[in-house]
Nanobody, 122 residues
Framework: QLQLVESGGGLVQPGGSLRLSCTAS????????IGWFRQAPGAEREGVSC????????YYEDSVKGRFAISRDNANNTVYLQMNSLKPEDTAVYYC???????????????WGQGIQVTVSS
């Protein structure tokens, strides 16, 4: 079973940066579309970004375009989410997930990490 693990979260001031990592110990991520999602308290889980395993295409939710960047390091079996110019409204638990396609629809992903907290506050 594919098990994903996120790391790199924490507390950052507005305007700061964080880099989240998503890795798997038992299976290669090279064969999966990998998405990043987030869920703020009282809100539904929403798609943030996705990277295709087929052609490397990337997709972003409108509010993070130009600030976040998703990338793959196949040699290290890791997918990154570089988050710049962070805003308080980016505060949420962030999850990575794997699927046979690349989409920002959470219901289409079958394997999920446990989530990691990102807090943007002064």
């Amino acid at each position: 079973q594919l098990q994903l693990v996120e790391s790199g979260g924490g507390l950052v001031q507005p305007g700061g940066s964080l880099r989240l990592s998503c890795t798997a110990s038992t299976y290669s991520l090279n064969y999966y579309g990998i998405g990043w999602f987030r869920q703020a308290p009282g809100a539904e889980r929403e798609g943030v970004s996705c990277i295709s395993h087929l052609d490397g295409s990337t997709y972003y939710e409108d509010s993070v375009k130009g600030r976040f960047a998703i990338s793959r390091d196949n040699a290290n079996n890791t997918v990154y989410l570089q988050m710049n110019s962070l805003k308080p409204e980016d505060t949420a638990v962030y999850y990575c997930a794997a699927a046979g396609l690349c989409t920002l629809v959470p219901d289409l992903f079958g394997a999920w990490g446990q989530g990691i907290q990102v807090t943007v506050s002064s």
